[in-house]
Nanobody
Framework: QVQLAESGGGLVQAGGSLRLSCAASGRTFSRYGMGWFRQAPGKERDIVAAISWSGSSTYYTDSVKGRFTISRDNAKNTVYLQMNSLKPEDTAVYYC?????????????????WGQGTQVTVSS
């Protein structure tokens, strides 16, 4: 079994920054892609960003391009989401997810393990 633990969420004013971390523990895989998703109240859980095993491939949803950066440290089994220029519409619970395999995916149905989520609230 794999455990994913998110941290770094909180309350921030519009224009501020937060850095989310997601540490994987338990069963290890030789290669895995990672993704960050978010879910606002009453809405579906949508992809925010994803990264391949090597880090050479990344994906960002249009609304966060130029503001968010996904990265990973495979030695620490940790993925990060640096969020800058935050907007009130970024308010949501943010989840990290792990997909076994070398590539990345934007579909939540292709991820095998999920964290419990961390709340991000951006005030105007």
């Amino acid at each position: 079994q794999v455990q994913l633990a998110e941290s770094g969420g909180g309350l921030v004013q519009a224009g501020g920054s937060l850095r989310l971390s997601c540490a994987a523990s338990g069963r290890t895989f030789s290669r895995y892609g990672m993704g960050w998703f978010r879910q606002a109240p009453g809405k579906e859980r949508d992809i925010v960003a994803a990264i391949s095993w090597s880090g050479s491939s990344t994906y960002y949803t249009d609304s966060v391009k130029g503001r968010f950066t996904i990265s990973r440290d495979n030695a620490k089994n940790t993925v990060y989401l640096q969020m800058n220029s935050l907007k009130p519409e970024d308010t949501a619970v943010y989840y990290c997810a792990l997909r076994v395999g070398v590539g990345l995916s934007v579909s939540r149905n292709l991820y095998d393990y999920w964290g419990q989520g961390t709340q991000v609230t951006v005030s105007s």
